[in-house]
T-cell receptor, first 113, second 111 residues
Framework: ETGVTQTPRHLVMGMTNKKSLKCEQH?????MYWYKQSAKKPLELMFV???????ENNSVPSRFSPECPNSSHLFLHLHTLQPEDSALYLC????????????FGQGTRLTVV | GESVGLHLPTLSVQEGDNSIINCAYS??????FIWYKQESGKGPQFIID?????DKRQGQRVTVLLNKTVKHLSLQIAATQPGDSAVYFC??????????FGQGTTLQVKP
């Protein structure tokens, strides 16, 4: 257990569906991240939140909408996704002042049909 | 742009041998590096880290070497075990505070 919990672990959704991914960290960190992991590619940083404020959006399509209600919870709202969005979505947290390691959740395996 | 890369996509070693996984980075301003291990169906797990004021750091069965002159990072695993089979990522944490990952090397341990 890394202290970062993601739900659900697996998700299959149609292109017209709306779903949300949830991430919760119990480490007292003040930064949270969403990464996308596709086969044969490096982890791609999608969004960064520092102290609940979004500080980075790496040109992510608007069909992905993040939400960070507090420093322990992070959501990724999904709507009208495409099959190429199928991937492993990883949440991570860190203590931004340390510029140290990030702790990752187990990920949500998303399949868009 | 910035990138962190690994030299080999797959490394196959015999159980009990030592493994060396290499990584080249491009951002000379980076001052912190991490190795992660990702097993099938799991998220990346921290293995070991090193700051740029060091050139070597040892953990339990693992050693990370940093050569800033050629911007090269390596992970050495002693007496490789079947449980070491996974994908290994190097990452740099530059002064922007965000992690930049390489593509990963798959380590296969043969019994």
């Amino acid at each position: 257990e890394t202290g970062v919990t993601q739900t659900p672990r697996h998700l299959v959704m149609g292109m017209t569906n709306k779903k949300s991914l949830k991430c919760e960290q119990h480490l007292g960190h003040n930064a949270m991240y969403w990464y996308k992991q596709s086969a044969k590619k490096p982890l791609e940083l999608m969004f960064v939140y520092n102290f609940k404020e979004q500080t980075e959006n790496n040109s992510v399509p608007s069909r992905f909408s993040p939400e960070c209600p507090n420093s322990s919870h992070l959501f990724l709202h999904l709507h009208t996704l495409q099959p190429e969005d199928s991937a492993l979505y990883l949440c991570a947290s860190s203590q931004i002042t340390d510029r140290g390691q990030a702790f990752f959740g187990q990920g949500t395996r998303l399949t868009v049909v | 742009g910035e990138s962190v890369g690994l030299h080999l996509p797959t490394l196959s070693v015999q159980e009990g041998d030592n493994s060396i996984i290499n990584c080249a980075y491009s951002n000379s301003a980076s001052d912190y590096f991490i190795w992660y291990k990702q097993e099938s169906g799991k998220g990346p797990q921290f293995i070991i880290d090193i700051r740029s004021n060091m050139d070597k750091r040892q953990g339990q069965r693992v050693t990370v070497l940093l050569n800033k002159t050629v911007k090269h990072l390596s992970l050495q695993i002693a007496a490789t075990q079947p449980g070491d089979s996974a994908v290994y990522f190097c990452a740099e944490n530059p002064r922007t505070g965000k992690l930049i990952f390489g593509q990963g090397t798959t380590l296969q341990v043969k019994p």
